[in-house]
């Protein structure tokens, strides 16, 4: 079995290698380090694991057979995307058409990495894959909201009109070891604030709720939905939904940390609610998170303390 991984030396994408190389697939990590790190990838020795430097915006060629395709290549903190709107349409656009391409060409079964974003400041919780969401084409947040929602459109589009086998995972908040300590998300931020005594920065009052998944829930979710034969879109995500200020004093107990909480601006268009509704995937897949809050943020967390260390 031959699976690419775009964005593979990034957060999610490092943790799909290494559940790929455990069931025994060839792995072909492509990655431009945009956002993600070659460190991500270095505790790999498989001869089943190739890394290859490449910008998934302009076309690639491989001789051999492949079979699945994930991809996961796209800057996904709010932070990264602001910074990089070009690159984040680029690689939703360009980058899900090339991947498609390949897929049609090798006859691969292709997995796109969507997201919640799609629901964009949902007036329905939890959101369902029905609901066709509430986005801002042209606010900052629209380069992500409408890239993946592009992609899943041209999927669709390649799996009706080319027959291609494809997949449409919608990501809910992640999080785990190998996230970016500087990647502005909530989870970096609030830990590694936390750790260093710093003022916890909470956006608005911090009523707005988030859902949060540990990685290894994900990854086997992902891996369940390329494995299955359903090719609808798939919420995968932790349907606990907490206040962001909740979720603030919660770090700051784990952590034991004297660090106070501060206010500071709510984000344009950053979404009142987050919560994802799971009962497709429990149906299909027969998929449900295992690890609650408390387990997957103490290993997180003891990820950040190591890095702090180095
Ligand atoms: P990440 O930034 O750690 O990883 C993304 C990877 O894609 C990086 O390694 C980056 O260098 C690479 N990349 C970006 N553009 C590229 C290009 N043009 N060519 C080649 N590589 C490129 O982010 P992540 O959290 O691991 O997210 C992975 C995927 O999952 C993204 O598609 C993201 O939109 C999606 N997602 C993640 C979450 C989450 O909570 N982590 C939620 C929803 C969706
Ligand atoms: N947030 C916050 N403080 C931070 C970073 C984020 O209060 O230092 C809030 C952010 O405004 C949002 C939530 O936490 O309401 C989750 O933000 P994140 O950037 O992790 O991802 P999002 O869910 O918005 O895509």
Redesign the pocket.
């Known amino acids: 079995m031959k699976s690419i991984v775009?964005?593979?030396?990034?957060?999610?994408?490092s943790h799909l290698c290494d559940l790929l190389l455990e069931k025994g697939h060839e792995v072909i990590c492509?990655?431009?380090?945009?956002?993600?790190?070659t460190r991500n990838i270095d505790h790999i020795s498989s001869d089943r694991f190739t890394y290859l430097k490449?910008?998934?915006?302009k076309p690639i060629y491989f001789g051999d057979n492949i079979d699945y395709i994930f991809h996961?290549?796209?800057?996904?903190?709010p932070v990264?995307y602001l910074e990089l709107p070009i690159?984040t349409l680029?690689?939703g656009a360009l980058?899900t058409y090339n991947m498609l391409g390949l897929a049609k060409e090798k006859k691969a079964k292709l997995l796109i990495?969507?997201?919640?974003?799609v629901y964009g400041d949902p007036l329905v919780n939890p959101q369902p894959e029905t609901y066709w969401g509430n986005v801002n084409p042209i606010g900052p947040r629209g380069v992500?909201d409408e890239a993946?929602r592009y992609a899943e459109a041209i999927t669709m589009a390649y799996h009706r009109y080319h027959g291609i086998d494809t997949r449409i995972v919608r990501?809910?908040?992640?999080?785990g070891p190998r996230?970016?300590a500087n990647?502005g998300?909530v989870v970096p931020n609030f830990i590694n604030q936390a750790l260093r005594g710093e003022d916890i920065t909470v956006y608005g009052d911090g009523t707005q709720t988030r859902s949060f998944c540990y990685v290894s829930d994900l990854i086997d979710g992902i891996y369940r939905l390329m494995m299955s034969d359903f090719t609808e879109p798939m919420n995968i995500g932790n349907p606990a939904e907490m206040p962001v200020l909740e979720f603030a004093e919660e770090v700051i107990k784990l952590i034991e940390s004297d660090s106070n909480i501060t206010f500071e601006n709510l984000p344009i268009d950053d979404p009142k609610v987050r919560r994802p509704d799971i009962s497709r995937a429990k149906e299909v897949l027969g998929w449900e998170p295992n690890i609650g809050l408390k387990e997957g943020l103490k290993q997180t967390i003891d990820y950040f303390k190591e890095l702090k260390e180095q």
């Open positions: 775009t964005g593979g030396a990034g957060f999610l994408g492509i990655d431009n380090l945009v956002t993600g790190n490449h910008d998934i915006t996961l290549a796209s800057p996904a903190s990264d690159q680029k690689v980058g990495a969507s997201t919640s974003e992500y993946k990501i809910f908040n992640t999080y996230m970016r990647d998300r």
